[in-house]
């Protein structure tokens, strides 16, 4: 492996328990790839997707608790142009084997990429 994959290995937090031996492989992929990165990734997840708020006269801060993981999953994440960004920061940081498998099932992958920043929005904006 060369230096360039080395080097976004070593700088990704490491969560254990997360893999074992009877999952299949998008949920490896999800588990030892996906969740690190997008920890990784918090402070600037959490900044584009505040900026957006922002940039969309505050709307969400005046929704109940109730209405506001409804509305980051419709209007936040539902919007193509921050979708887009924020996937960007998450495959951007895969090392060239990762992204060979990201190109093959991307499909699958993105949907779980999808899911995977909704929670994590949701965890810090409710």
Same mark, same amino acid.
């Given at each position: 492996m060369n230096i360039y994959n080395n080097d976004k290995l070593? &700088?990704?937090p490491e969560l +254990?328990?997360?893999v074992n031996d $009877?999952?299949? +492989?998008?949920? !490896?992929?999800q588990n030892a790839t996906l969740r690190p990165i997008l920890r990784m990734q918090h402070e /600037?997840? *959490?900044?584009?997707?505040?900026?957006? &708020? $922002?940039? +969309? +006269?505050?709307?969400?801060y005046?929704?109940?608790?109730?209405? !506001?993981?409804?509305?980051i999953k419709k209007n936040i994440l539902g919007d193509p142009k921050i979708t887009h960004e924020l996937r960007g920061l998450v495959i951007g940081m895969f090392t060239t084997d990762e992204l060979a498998y990201y190109l093959e099932n991307k499909g699958a992958i993105n949907k779980? &990429?999808?899911? /995977?920043?909704?929670?994590?929005?949701? *965890?810090i904006f409710v």
């Open positions: 070593r &700088i990704r +254990k328990d997360l $009877e999952m299949t +492989k998008e949920e !490896k992929f /600037l997840v *959490s900044l584009l997707v505040q900026t957006y &708020i $922002e940039n +969309k +006269k505050g709307v969400y005046d929704l109940s608790m109730e209405r !506001k993981p409804a509305y779980r &990429i999808q899911a /995977l920043l909704h929670q994590r929005v949701c *965890s």
